[in-house]
């Protein structure tokens, strides 16, 4: 069993940044797929960026890419979401979840999720 706490939304005006972080419980932390995911109002729930176990191998979804850095702490059993020049089609809540092992984009593979934390992009 891992649970999941987000933190580190908040509002910030165009171009700025912020940095999400999502600490899990649990001792195989460094076994465990990381994946940010956000939704924005009466939309679906879209990938963003995952990275492996040993965060050897990174993934990011087209819209983020270049501006977003997925990073993890394996000894504090953190992982993070740098997100620089943000835009207000980036205003979502931002999930993070877990699988064992898998790369992967899909929602239905990961197994843990946060409960989420609100970015607020004022234009």
């Known amino acids: 069993q891992v649970q999941l706490v987000e933190s580190g939304g908040g509002l910030v005006q165009a171009g700025g940044s912020l940095r999400l972080s999502c600490a899990a419980s649990g001792r195989t932390f460094s076994k465990y797929t990381m994946g940010w995911f956000r939704q924005a109002p009466g939309k679906e729930r879209d990938f963003v960026a995952s990275?492996?176990?040993?965060?050897?191998?990174?993934d990011y979804a087209d819209s983020v890419k270049g501006r977003f850095t997925i990073s993890r702490d394996n000894v504090k059993n953190t992982v993070y979401l740098q997100m620089n020049s943000l835009k207000p089609e980036d205003t979502a809540v931002y999930y993070c979840?877990?699988?064992?092992?898998?790369?992967?984009?899909?929602?239905?593979?990961?197994?843990?999720w946060g409960q989420g934390t609100q970015v607020t992009v004022s234009s």
């Open positions: 990275i492996s176990g040993s965060a050897g191998t990174t």
């Open positions: 979840a877990a699988n064992w092992a898998t790369m992967s984009r899909q929602i239905t593979v990961y197994d843990y």
